[in-house]
C-alpha cells in the first residue's frame, strides 16, 4: 500500500501470506500475527523489493507481541511486549529467522511452544524482561539456534521444559 497503516494490527491484517510488512522508524503499536511466509522488515537495514531500496534509518521499536507463522523473516527492528510477550510461536514447522531482532521488554521474550520447524536467531540484544525468562521452549522437536545476546537479571534468561527432541543452541 502506498498509505501507512496507524496500528501495526491493521498492517498485518490487510498483508497477505508471502508479502513483506515494511515499518519505518518510531513505535508503532498494536499486535502483529504474521501468516505464513511474510517478511516483517524494520527501517533498521536497507530494504529492497521489486527494484526500489529504502535506506537504512533508526530501527523502529514494535510496542506489543509479534506472533510468528510457518516461513516467516523478521529482520532489523525491536520488539517491547508491554505486559505480554514479546514474540511467541506456536506449532511452527517450517523455518523462521530473526534477524537483528532486539527485544526490550515484555513479560517473556520469545515464548515458542510444540515448535517442529528450525528457527535461527541472528543478532539483536534481549533485555527488560519483566516477569518470565527471555526464552521458553515448551514442547516440541524443533531446532533452535539462538544467536542474540540476552542479558535477564530479573528472572530466568532460558526456560526449557517438555522438549521432546531436536536441539537448542546459544
Given amino acids: 500500500s502506498h498509505s501507512p497503516f496507524n496500528t501495526m494490527t491493521a498492517a498485518a491484517t490487510a498483508a497477505q501470506a508471502n508479502q513483506a510488512i ?47 507463522a510457518d516461513g516467516v523473516l523478521v529482520n532489523s527492528l525491536s520488539v517491547n511486549g508491554n505486559g505480554v510477550a514479546a514474540i511467541t510461536g506456536a506449532g511452527l514447522s517450517a523455518i523462521e529467522t530473526l534477524n537483528a531482532v532486539s527485544i526490550t521488554g515484555g513479560t517473556s521474550g520469545l515464548e515458542l511452544s510444540n515448535v517442529g520447524g528450525t528457527i535461527t536467531v541472528t543478532g539483536g540484544a534481549w533485555t527488560g524482561v519483566t516477569a518470565g525468562s527471555e526464552v521458553l521452549v515448551t514442547g516440541g522437536t524443533g531446532t533452535l539456534n539462538i544467536g542474540a545476546a540476552i542479558v535477564n537479571s530479573g528472572s530466568r534468561s532460558i526456560d526449557i521444559q517438555g522438549k521432546t527432541g531436536g536441539t537448542v543452541t546459544f
Avoid at 522508524?25 to 529504502?54: C, E, H, Y
Fill in 22 to 68: 515494511y515499518v519505518h522508524q518510531g513505535s508503532p503499536t498494536g499486535a502483529t500475527v504474521l501468516k505464513a511466509n511474510q517478511t516483517l522488515w524494520g527501517a533498521g537495514a536497507a530494504f529492497t523489493l521489486n527494484g526500489l531500496t529504502i535506506a537504512a534509518t533508526i530501527a523502529p521499536t514494535l510496542q506489543s507481541t509479534v506472533t510468528l
